[in-house]
């Protein structure tokens, strides 16, 4: 089976994952106002670079060189180090957001691919594909700290925010595993719909969603009771989930299209065109732009989240993914 998105202008090397997103939720202490994001770092997975985004302008203000076919990105709390998974280079990347040079870069497993920083203590999770684990890293020593067993290949990683328990969508086993990350053990999982690889957790830490591309759907789970609250049928092959004013905006690949449903009624309220092959997707912290990265137009898109419609668009690179938190 091809991990590469249909579509796909070029032969690409089969070591080199469809990263999903991932995306975890935006972590912040309840007292700190929300902190405008002022730059995107988009992985340009077939062009081998991060593209810099000026947020402000919709602009491209710089391309990083990144080999190894960048898909998975993740910021620390300190928004100074941004972290990049790269699937056919097997490695973790870290690239310095002051000089937007890379500082260093480590082996981290088979197939390194979705990727989050553990509220708390900085620590860098990896979903390895292909060894189907979860990879706990330290940044600061760059080394690995433990390895956690999951479903067949994990994608999406997300965090509640005390950081006590870690989310993997583990694709190919139709799953999300559970991690207690003080023991490192996964502590159960949950079935959700066929082939879930984009998984959210929100801001208080009561529901996760994950977005089903074999299926179409986004599962909603009770992340206390560990059970599913309710499914949304969106559009083609569902990627990943971002979430902002009380509404869910999902990447469908297929369909072009971005889904909005209500996280309240779990009804859609907007399906909004925004380019092909939409992939990557993140909600800044205010909750007023979404970002979504388009594959196929080599694009970030940008959706006002209160009048529901696209208002800014830039060209990145070839290949968008922006599998995670991306914006700083």
Not at 133 to 144: G, H, K, Y
Not at 306 to 320: F, M, N, S, W
């Amino acid at each position: 089976m091809s991990l590469w998105p249909r579509g796909a202008r070029r032969a690409l090397p089969p070591l080199a994952i469809l990263a999903a997103i991932g995306t975890c939720s935006t972590i912040g202490h309840a007292t700190d106002p929300p902190v405008p994001p002022r730059a995107a770092y988009v992985t340009n997975q077939t062009a081998d670079t991060v593209a810099i985004v000026d947020l402000a302008t919709m602009k491209l203000r710089e391309t990083v060189a990144v080999s190894g076919k960048p898909a998975g990105v993740a910021l620390a709390a300190d928004r100074a180090t941004v972290f990049i998974t790269a699937p056919e280079g097997k490695e973790l990347i870290a690239i310095d957001a002051a000089s937007n040079k890379i500082a260093w870069r480590m082996k981290a497993g088979d197939g390194p691919l979705g990727i989050a920083v553990q509220p708390g203590n900085g620590r860098v999770w990896v979903a390895d594909w292909y060894r189907h684990e979860m990879l706990v890293i330290d940044p600061a020593a760059r080394a690995i700290l433990g390895r956690v067993g999951v479903g067949q290949s994990p994608s999406g990683v997300a965090f509640t925010p005390d950081g006590t328990t870690a989310l993997s969508a583990d694709r190919d086993s139709d799953e999300v595993s559970f991690i207690d990350t003080a023991t490192l053990a996964r502590s159960g999982g949950v079935k959700v719909g066929t082939r879930p690889f984009g998984v959210t957790v929100d801001e208080a830490g009561r529901r996760a969603y994950t977005a089903n591309v074999g299926s179409n759907d986004v599962t909603v789970i009770d992340v206390q009771t560990r059970k599913v609250i309710g499914t949304v049928p969106v559009g083609r092959r569902p990627y990943a989930v971002a979430l902002a004013r009380g509404l869910a905006f999902v990447t469908d690949q297929y369909a072009g299209t971005v889904t909005v449903f209500d996280t309240a009624a779990l009804k859609v309220v907007k399906t909004l065109p925004v380019g092909d092959y939409p992939e990557g997707i993140a909600a800044d912290a205010e909750g007023r732009y979404v970002y979504v990265a388009c594959w196929s137009d080599n694009t970030l898109v940008r959706i006002d989240a209160g009048a529901l419609e696209v208002t800014g668009k830039v060209e990145v690179g070839d290949g968008p993914r922006a599998f995670g938190m991306f914006l700083r």
